[in-house]
């Protein structure tokens, strides 16, 4: 989405809020 995360979990959390988000790695959303 062109924004910058100060950490992976934020990463993570803004790929479970907007799964078009692409990143380097597969993450996985918490239950």
């Known amino acids: ?6 950490n992976l ?3 993570k959390f ?3 809020e907007d ?3 692409s ?3 597969n993450g ?3 239950d």
């Open 1 to 6: 989405d062109g924004n910058t995360y100060d």
């Open 9 to 11: 979990c934020l990463l």
């Open 14 to 16: 803004a790929e479970c």
């Open 19 to 21: 799964p078009s988000i």
């Open 23 to 25: 990143l380097a790695y």
């Open 28 to 30: 996985k959303c918490r």
